[in-house]
């Protein structure tokens, strides 16, 4: 069971969102070495922790940090795929509110998460939050899936060069 799971408090304030199947698909998109559904959690949970803190709107962070990466990759030509930090936060934006009814903060924190790489900053001190967590979660989950290939690239070697001593 993962750390936001077992916060009850926040498993009921996105719960309406995890029933919804088409997001749900995310689940099956790579995202940083990891599932896009993954890495969405992390984002909204480490935001819903911080703008509880700060007595902040927590509940709407919560929602719309969970929503912030709502597309697949199926919505994007191969070429758009690469050009898809530029354009998935006008896309997940659509996406998010064809499915839920948002507030424009929501709407904020989704359309704005990748600024400065979109040139509109955030207007709210909830969406700056997220946008910045989103970095950060970001780097961390890059850094270790390099690690993790890294290693399993060592340890290849090392299995492999195991395999040749034994023979000699
Ligand atoms: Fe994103
Ligand atoms: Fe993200």
């Given at each position: 069971?993962?750390?936001?799971?077992?916060?009850?408090?926040?498993?009921?304030?996105?719960n309406h969102v995890l029933k919804n199947p088409k997001f749900l698909e995310i689940n099956n998109c790579r995202h940083h070495g990891i599932t896009r559904l993954e890495h969405s959690f992390r984002v909204s949970y480490f935001s819903y922790k911080i703008t509880k803190k700060l007595r902040l709107d927590y509940k709407n962070t919560a929602v719309a940090a969970l929503l912030h990466d709502f597309f697949t990759n199926d919505q994007f030509s191969k070429k758009e795929l690469r050009l898809s930090a530029f354009r998935h936060p006008k896309k997940c934006l659509e996406n998010a509110s064809e499915f839920f009814s948002l507030s424009d903060m929501q709407k904020d924190i989704i359309y704005?998460?990748?600024?400065?790489?979109?040139?509109?900053?955030?207007?709210?001190?909830?969406?700056?939050?997220?946008?910045?967590v989103d970095k950060v979660v970001a780097a961390y989950e890059f850094t270790l899936s390099y690690y993790k290939l890294y290693f399993s690239k060592i340890e290849n070697m090392a299995a492999i060069?195991?395999?040749?001593l034994v023979r000699f």
């Open positions: 069971m993962n750390y936001f799971q077992k916060d009850c408090e926040y498993n009921n304030i996105v704005s998460h990748m600024f400065p790489l979109i040139p509109r900053p955030p207007r709210y001190l909830e969406s700056w939050i997220v946008s910045m060069a195991m395999l040749i």
